[in-house]
């Protein structure tokens, strides 16, 4: 059974930092698309990054390049996302998504389209400024 576990969620003040995690298991995670998405409050989900865990550039939402990183610690099967400068327009739930056994030119395709298979139950997280 695929689980999507994230954590790290938080309140923090605008110009601080989070870090995400996403605990994957139930899949082989070598070789899979990986990606975090975001649904602002009263708006529908949107991109943030997304990582081929076999190798590759990672994808990121212009919103968020130079202040987001999204990396993988193979070892514990864990998705991350690092967050700084965070601004106020960066709260909401945040998810973790998987597509497990697929490329990383495919994974630039999904991420685009939001196409993953499994979803984790989100993180909240809110920024004030």
């Known amino acids: 059974q695929v689980q999507l576990v994230e954590s790290g969620g938080g309140s923090v003040q605008a110009g601080e930092s989070l870090r995400l995690s996403c605990a994957a298991s139930?899949?082989?995670?070598?070789?899979?698309?990986m990606g975090w998405f975001r649904q602002p409050p009263g708006k529908g989900r949107e991109p943030v990054a997304s990582l081929y865990t076999g190798g590759g550039d990672p994808s990121y939402a212009d919103s968020v390049k130079g202040r987001f990183t999204i990396a993988q610690d193979s070892g514990k099967n864990t998705l991350l996302l690092e967050m700084n400068r965070l601004k106020s327009e960066d709260s909401g739930m945040y998810y973790c998504a998987a597509y497990p056994d697929t490329s990383w030119s495919g994974c630039r395709i999904r991420f685009g389209r939001a196409e993953f298979d499994y979803w984790g139950q989100g993180t909240q997280v809110n920024v004030s400024s």
């Open positions: 139930g899949f082989t995670f070598r070789g899979s698309c």
